[in-house]
């Protein structure tokens, strides 16, 4: 049991750790997909298959095409998505709080005592779930319907070009020049070039 | 092939470790007790009692899994052939008839062609992730079939969940089309990936909808139980099959069309045709490696149609009491080889579908009309208990569900485009 | 050691490796990308809790790992389209020169 656990944080780590030391973005990407995929084994293992599941079907099926595609959309050359690495200083300071981190955070595991682990590992039935969402946790699905719906329209909202800008600025340009003169301007112009087709 | 043992693996050592008895196969209908019902698992029974009884979680796995691969790639092999054959009928000439009688042996000849072929990568691409992309996408093509359940009793992993499983894998193969289109570091290829990507993720909600109200119905994500829900007949001759329901027809149709979009098959083949940016992601791959992209639109179109078969068409039930004689595994193969025929036919008569115009067709028509359907499976589940006045109107009511937002949403969406005119010659 | 403890192990390491990557790079995706590491620490840490903790009722610890799977998929969403929003401003996307509030 253990030897499975072991395997499988050391590749989840492995990936992570080569995820973020990439100069590749799309290497990067990739490898965190596979540290997704390797978190969705330790579903797996401790008897959560639904979830699994579900990290796979929206971790590696939805937020990684999110991932590349604004990778694509946000690179200056053609070729290739290369990020400069950070300069040392940052890089060791980020390691160190890094360090920090982790030092409290396994000091605090190792020194508490949890109780005995439960004789019978607990099963996750899709049944058991799914009375559960629409009995007890109802509110929440809803809210998370909600939450979903915002980022929805949001994420549309925010990452649409912006094809009204030009009409835009040119619509206040003409409102501060006064409606009357631009028009006139603006059909004078427009006059002798119907001419010219007309007699064309 | 390799992850699909290895899922078959780790669900048999989870349920052998964990301690819970190992599922005993107990057939309890009583057509069950024939020979030729009872043939694939007494001889699988057979094998593993060779073994050690430490073993037999392994070679219970094992044997699923050569199984389902020695099926399904004849299974294919063949597929390529009758594709061809019957396309080469419905455009007035023959298909190929060179190699063997009939042009049986042509998928053989196919294979050695692929095989001998040079394999040509790019001076400029990703080694590792050009490699990878294809054996991405026929592992995870594979992995579907592994909750597919192929008659009574028979299926290799037995899930709780087996329908979010199956979504689950073959969300992996829409990532494998990306790295393929962006390991040839070809500008047009890259292009042609993201095109495939967005249709991919398109189709997917109007799949996942039309699946929901089953699911609803049903009350459980495993595909057995829902085949079994399927069960019964009235009066003898009518099943209880899904799609002989308003909200069920509906459903199966639109799993049908995001089904050929999701494998990318025409009228939805934009991605991979010939004419459309030389072959879309697919520019820079020759020999094998194409033959196993091939290969996996063709699983991909398999696992889809046996799934479409489980959840709408009834799976391995028979459709009237008294052709049970026939077995399980038969009537499945059966409605699983009437499907793609249907798929196959469908290739050979509609136009392929330009980018926009197919994404214009998944948000703004399929999804809307699937959303509906599941209002519709809604009023069904609710109104199962009416008197048989009430019966009738219900069957009106649902039906009528279906049919206007269909109408409405079709003549508003093709409001201003003049009719069709087909000029021969 | 036992197992409880191991995973709580795994779990902050994995947190770990997001909070740096998302304090030493300087590109906003990759930022971002550690981000949902750090999430999907949580969430590894509520599994473990679920399946070697003291027993409760069948199903929360799983409950609320798909609720916050849900809500991070929701803010990666959010996020990368804010992300692309500052590309098509400043042609490209070092968080270093994202500092003025007025665009």
């Known amino acids: 049991m253990t030897l499975v656990l072991a395997i499988i944080a050391a590749f989840t780590l492995a990936s992570a750790a080569c995820a973020f030391s ?42 990684s095409m999110i991932v590349l595609f604004a990778v694509l959309l946000t690179r200056r050359s053609i070729v290739d998505p290369i990020v400069t690495p950070a300069s040392r200083s940052r890089v060791a300071a980020a390691m160190g709080v890094g360090t920090a981190v982790v030092a409290v955070l396994v000091a605090a595991v190792l020194n508490t005592s949890f109780g005995p682990e439960p004789v019978h590992a607990p099963t996750a039935e899709v049944r058991q779930i799914g009375f559960q969402l629409m009995g007890p946790q109802a509110g929440s699905l809803l809210v998370i319907g909600v939450i979903l719906t915002i980022a929805l329209i949001g994420a549309t ?16 340009a003409r409102s501060r020049m006064g409606k009357g003169e631009l028009s006139t301007a603006g059909r004078r112009a427009v006059l002798p070039v119907h001419g010219k087709d007309a007699a064309s | 092939m390799s992850a699909a043992f290895l899922v078959s693996l780790a669900a048999s050592a989870n349920a052998w470790m964990s301690g ?94 692929a095989l001998t072929k040079e394999d ?79 249709q991919l993720i398109s189709y997917e909600l109007p799949l996942l909808l039309s699946i929901v109200p089953v699911v609803m119905l049903a009350s459980t994500l495993s595909t057995s139980e829902i085949v079994r829900a399927q069960g019964g007949w009235t009066l003898g001759i009518l099943p209880h099959w899904n799609v002989l329901t308003p909200w069920g027809a509906a459903g199966f149709l639109i799993f049908v069309v995001a089904a050929l979009a999701e494998s990318n098959r025409s009228p939805f083949d934009l991605p991979e045709a010939e004419s459309e940016l030389i072959a879309g992601h697919l520019t820079e791959y020759s020999g094998f490696k194409y033959a196993l992209f091939f ?40 409605k699983l080889f009437g ?75 093709s409001a201003g485009l003049a009719p069709r005119t087909y000029k021969y010659a | 050691m036992n197992t409880l403890q191991l995973c709580l192990v795994f779990s902050s390491v994995l947190f770990a490796i997001g909070l740096m990557a998302a304090l030493a790079r300087s590109n906003a995706i990759l930022v971002l990308l550690g981000i949902e590491l750090m999430l999907n620490a949580a969430n590894l840490n509520f599994v473990a809790f679920w399946r070697f903790g003291p027993a409760s009722d069948g199903a929360t610890g799983v409950i609320f790992v798909l609720f916050a799977i849900a809500v991070a998929a929701a803010e990666a969403a959010i996020g990368l389209a804010l992300v692309i929003a500052i590309y098509r401003h400043q042609k490209n996307i070092r968080l270093q020169e994202a500092t003025r509030l007025k665009g």
């Open chain 1, 22 to 63: 990439r100069r590749n973005l799309i290497h990067s990407a990739l490898l965190l997909i596979l540290t997704w995929a390797g978190v969705a084994g330790f579903y797996l293992w401790a008897g959560a298959e639904f979830v699994a599941f579900a990290q796979v079907l929206i971790y590696g099926g939805a937020v």
């Open chain 2, 20 to 113: 819970r008895a190992f599922p005993a196969r107990t057939l309890v209908a009583p057509d069950a007790d024939r020979f030729l019902e009872r043939a694939p698992l007494a001889a699988r029974d057979w094998v593993v009692g060779f073994f050690p009884v430490s073993l037999h979680w392994l070679v219970h796995s094992l044997i699923s899994i050569v199984a389902v691969l020695a099926v399904f790639g004849l299974f294919f092999a063949f597929l390529t052939i009758i594709e061809r054959k019957l396309l080469g009928r419905i455009q007035n000439r023959l298909g190929p008839n060179r190699t063997g009688p009939f042009g049986l042996l042509q998928p053989f000849a196919d294979a050695v062609k």
């Open chain 2, 295 to 334: 290969m996996a639109e063709y699983f991909g179109m398999t696992a889809l149609c046996g799934l479409g078969v489980t959840l709408f068409l009834g799976g391995w039930q028979a459709p009237c009491a008294f052709l049970e004689f026939i077995p399980s595994y038969v009537w499945f193969g059966a």
């Open chain 2, 120 to 198: 040509i990568v790019p001076a400029a691409a990703d080694k590792l992730l050009h490699f990878l992309a294809p054996v991405i996408v026929v592992a995870f093509g594979l992995m579907g079939f592994a909750v597919l359940p192929f008659g009574r009793d028979i299926i290799p992993v037995e899930l709780d969940a087996a329908v979010l499983y199956f979504f689950a894998a073959s969300s992996a193969t829409e990532l494998a089309i990306f790295m393929a289109g962006w390991s040839s570091r070809n500008k047009y290829s890259l292009l042609a990936a993201m095109r495939a990507l967005a």
């Open chain 1, 157 to 172: 909202i925010l990452a649409a070009s912006d094809r009204e800008n030009p009409r835009a600025v040119g619509a206040s």
């Open chain 2, 339 to 413: 499907l793609i025929l249907g798929l196959i036919w469908i290739r050979g008569t509609l136009l392929r579908l330009r980018i926009d115009q197919l994404t214009r067709l998944a948000w703004k028509f399929l999804v809307p009309l699937a959303l509906i359907n599941l209002a519709n499976a809604a009023f069904w589940s609710l109104t199962a208990g009416l008197p048989w006045p009430g019966q009738i109107a219900r069957w009106i009511v649902s039906m009528a569900l279906v049919a206007v937002p269909f109408v409405t949403i079709g003549r508003t969406l």
